[in-house]
């Protein structure tokens, strides 16, 4: 039987969807979205494409066809469990999926307290739920323009830094034309200071600007003229950006403190390095929020050399000098306890951000990481223990891995290095900061210990952070795989090693496919993606009790989720429109359903009974149960890893038969999250169909929004600026668009257009005004509600029946407790 699709580039008759233009790399693409009419069960079809480019060009043979089989007819499917409350259990610490990480740092003032008012509702009956925040990045600075930058901290700089205004070459000799760098006074620096106490001739200087590096000496220090004389360096003068990418601001946002530039060439010490001067605000306002008022635990993720301590001054990279940056990471830990106490032993302290991908976020190689390693941690424990903390209670590790490549983790010689006695190609033997003779007296005692009692080796390593935007089932081996290679290398030292995973979800990249953001709009599959992830790594610590560590973090983009949007967030924020006049009136911010669901699921454990997993066709059914204090909490789930529609007509009746319960009456209350059921999933469907058909793209509308794209990627400022304003025309209708501002905004250099790009993604991502009856509606169905409630009595045996049907991708949490709890 054929189904025609698409003739003459139309759709076919009967057939709803879309054909746009998009672009890849620079490249143009067509994107095609197809709904076709029923199909048949339990059918294999198979789909071609026939096409010719403009040039004529075709598809490649391997590229024009493809299969897949439909699912079978919908039958009713009976699955039987059966557990003993009194079996062994799993003993999982602190809680599964726990808190969210963000692509920003100085950003929840502006952006996010509504969501933090939201999770701490969630914590008031749930407190180990979204208690956990890890920021983008701690030691990040705005040195030149990036895609992530999110209004960085800023922490440290140099006393001895200056910008330089121009090069003179002088025969073998440059002479530098310096004056101070801008926004040098909110480091305590004094301004206009005199050159000569900082700078000797015979220094080695480094002299940097967002693109290149140079390395020299001192040869002449000329205060009266500002100039410092160096030897001559290559590349030649001529070839540095010496100007700031655009003026500095004048002001401050009103919601992040400091001034900062991008851009502009500087010049610093190198050796011997300069003196740390600190800069506190953005750190203190972030953290402030998170832990001082909301009371998160935070990751505190050192994820490379800050500011003027890097190797050539430039973010990702190691440090230029390892006793400068343990003493330079010792005051801001130092700071950092000081200001939260007690509370920050129950924070995580994290090195790196994802360095096994290479020259995006470490520019070194792997020996170099592991000295790096060494010296932070070391000097994170030592400012514990300069206050009095016994620093053996303080969580420390990192390397917060990619892991792109599956379970293939580039791990081994990271951990062969932290073991005492495991060995791995390209694994430095020895505890660099141990070996440090610089470091005599102030050294960890933690680190003292156990490298004096291992001849030199090891390093402090209580986790590793795998970050995972996949499948569940490939998401769970990553993790399992991580802590597998773990006790391949070390049995003993690593028999306790967590792993973690601070950033994690299905995916967080924004495609065009609409099946992507109907995942996350509530119709079952992010919760239940969330229940299968943790229900296999569950199920591996049934099996040895030493893969029972870990927690794992939700990533979300900086800003609520926009409208019908198809971001990972746990919350959603509306613009509701109040009198009818079009206009937004207010906005307000509704949960989504992961919200409710993780806060139900920090209400299980610490011990844990994992339920067999049945699988139907592409379905997974199983489960997990707790108790405690008398009650005990009932986990069911099934989850279809491809169906992210939830487009499944499937269901299944679940048995569970429960024993070793006390005999009397038992209140059972039953919370489903599914396409009907603490949902507004079918609600928001029809609400944006409505906005889709408001919205939809004419031709014309269509050829604008190309003719921006490609005037956007030009370096034209007058086409960009237009481009930007037609655009920002079409709000929410230049939707599509997205995919390709993304990529632009990833390899931008210029931090004014950039600004001007995020301002504008914010914008079109944005969903219309809904009116106030459609916000109500909402709001309603965003509320968590029991789903069905009653009394059941256990038999004289300790036995109970329980019964409940699962819809495809929905999870059912169960919980009994007694009738007066």
């Known amino acids: 039987m054929e189904i025609a699709l698409v003739r003459n580039g139309q759709l076919a008759s009967g057939v709803r969807g879309w054909l746009r233009s998009g672009q890849t790399d620079g490249q143009p693409q067509l994107l095609v979205y197809l709904e076709p009419q029923a199909l048949h069960p339990l059918t294999r079809y198979t789909v071609q494409i026939m096409c010719r480019s403009h040039k004529g060009l075709e598809l490649l043979e391997a590229d024009r066809s493809w299969q897949f089989t439909t699912e079978a007819a919908s039958s009713e499917c009976r699955m039987e469990f059966a557990f003993d409350l009194h079996q062994p259990q799993v003993t999982w610490q602190r809680g599964l999926f726990t808190g969210y990480g963000t692509t920003g740092f100085c950003i929840s003032k502006a952006l996010r307290l509504a969501t933090y008012a939201q999770m701490a509702e969630v914590r008031r009956w749930s407190p180990h739920a979204w208690s956990v925040q890890r920021h983008f990045w701690l030691t990040g600075r705005e040195h030149q323009a990036t895609f992530l930058m999110g209004s960085l901290p800023n922490l440290v700089r140099e006393r001895e830094t200056r910008r330089v205004r121009r090069m003179q070459v002088e025969g073998d000799r440059v002479g530098l034309l310096l004056e101070d760098f801008f926004g040098q006074e909110q480091y305590g620096i004094q301004s206009h200071r005199p050159l000569a106490p900082d700078y000797h001739v015979g220094d080695e200087v480094l002299i940097y600007d967002p693109q290149r590096s140079a390395r020299t000496r001192v040869v002449e220090v000329d205060d009266a003229a500002r100039t410092l004389w160096v030897a001559a360096f290559q590349p030649a003068p001529t070839a540095w950006d010496l100007a700031y990418t655009q003026p500095p601001a004048a002001e401050a946002h009103p919601h992040t403190p400091g001034l900062f530039a991008s851009g502009g060439c500087h010049v610093c010490k190198f050796s011997p390095p300069g003196t740390a001067a600190y800069y506190w605000e953005r750190l203190d306002q972030e953290y402030d929020l998170a832990c001082g008022r909301f009371g998160q635990r935070l990751v505190v993720n050192f994820a490379d050399a800050p500011g003027d301590l890097a190797l050539d001054g430039r973010n990702w990279t190691t440090a230029k000098d390892y006793a400068q940056l343990h003493e330079v990471v010792r005051q801001i830990a130092g700071h950092i306890i000081d200001r939260y106490g007690e509370s920050s032993l129950d924070f995580v302290w994290s090195v790196f951000n994802e360095p096994d991908l290479g020259r995006l976020f470490w520019r070194a190689d792997w020996e170099e990481l592991q000295r790096f390693y060494d010296y932070t941690t070391d000097a994170v424990l030592r400012a514990f223990e300069d206050r009095g903390y016994d620093s053996q209670r303080v969580f420390i590790g990192g390397l917060e891995l990619g892991g792109i490549f599956g379970t293939n983790l580039r791990l081994r010689e990271f951990l062969a290095h932290c073991s005492p006695a495991g060995e791995a190609a390209g694994a430095i033997e020895h505890n660099a900061a141990y070996a440090d003779t610089r470091l005599a007296g102030r050294r960890s005692q933690r680190v003292e210990a156990l490298c004096r009692a291992t001849n030199g080796r090891g390093a402090p390593c209580d986790f590793v952070s795998i970050h995972a935007y996949n499948r569940s089932k490939l998401m769970a081996d990553k993790l399992i795989r991580a802590k597998q290679m773990a006790l391949e290398v070390d049995p003993e030292y690593f028999a306790t090693l967590w792993v973690n995973s601070h950033e994690s979800c299905p995916g967080w990249d924004l495609p065009p496919d609409p099946a992507y953001a109907d995942s996350y709009l509530g119709n079952g599959y992010f919760p239940t993606w969330c229940a299968d992830v943790a229900r296999r790594r569950l199920a591996r610590a049934a099996e040895d009790p030493r893969y029972a560590n870990g927690e794992m973090l939700l990533t979300f983009w900086a800003w609520p989720n926009p409208g019908l949007g198809g971001g990972c967030d746990c919350v959603r924020e509306f613009r509701v429109d109040d009198d009818g006049d079009g206009r937004p009136d207010r906005t307000e911010t509704l949960p989504m359903p992961i919200l409710h669901f993780l806060g139900l699921l920090g209400q299980f454990g610490p011990q ?50 429960l024993a070793g319960l006390l005999p009397g009456a038992r209140r059972v209350r039953i919370y489903r999250f599914d396409r009907q059921n603490n949902s507004y999933y079918e609600l928001a469907c029809a609400l944006r169909a409505e906005q889709d058909a408001a919205a939809e793209l004419s031709r014309q509308d269509e050829q604008q929004i190309e003719a921006a794209l490609t005037n956007l990627a030009s370096g034209d400022v007058d086409a960009r600026a237009a481009a930007l304003m037609q655009l920002h025309r079409l709000g929410p209708r230049a939707r599509g668009a997205l995919p390709r501002l993304l990529g632009l905004a990833a390899t931008q250099q210029d931090p004014a257009f950039l600004a001007e790009l995020l301002e504008l993604m914010r914008s079109i991502s944005g969903s219309a005004p809904i009116t106030k009856a459609q916000y109500d509606a909402l709001a309603a169905r965003a509320r968590l509600q029991i789903s069905e409630e009653w009394q059941q009595v256990v038999a004289p045996d300790g036995t109970l029946c329980l019964e409940t049907v699962l819809p495809g991708n929905a999870a059912c949490l169960l919980v009994l407790d007694t009738p007066t709890q």
Do not use: I, K
């Open 608 to 657: 844990y009974l994992v339920l067999p997993e049945h699988q139907q066709g592409g379905h997974v059914v199983s489960g997990f149960a707790s108790q405690g204090d008398g009650v005990v909490r009932l986990l069911l789930y099934s989850h279809h890893m491809f169906d992210t529609q939830s487009r499944s007509s499937a269901a299944f009746t679940a048995v569970v038969r």
